[in-house]
């Protein structure tokens, strides 16, 4: 089984917010995850509230061979600097 690191879409109507999760990449979006890893929120006000990461689970997955999609490998290169 393929792993992959993706947003899965919560919040409401034009209120968007995303969990970070590691889940099966043949799976559904906003289907079963393996593990919750963070949220994003893109409406944030400041740089520090917009995402919410927990690294140490991030970096065992990556361990693992799971792959972040592009959009998540984006957010977690604005960590890194």
Do not use: H
Not at 18 to 40: F, M, P, W
């Amino acid at each position: 089984m393929s792993v992959s690191i993706r947003l899965s879409r919560q919040g409401a109507k034009k209120n968007p917010n995303y969990l970070i999760v590691a889940t099966s990449s043949r799976g559904k979006r906003d289907g079963a995850c393996l593990e919750n890893l963070g949220q994003y929120f893109p409406k944030a006000k400041t740089a520090k509230e917009k995402l919410k990461v927990n690294l140490e689970a991030v970096n065992a997955w990556l361990a693992k061979g799971a792959k972040p999609t592009q959009t998540v490998g984006q957010l977690l290169k604005t960590l890194a600097e």
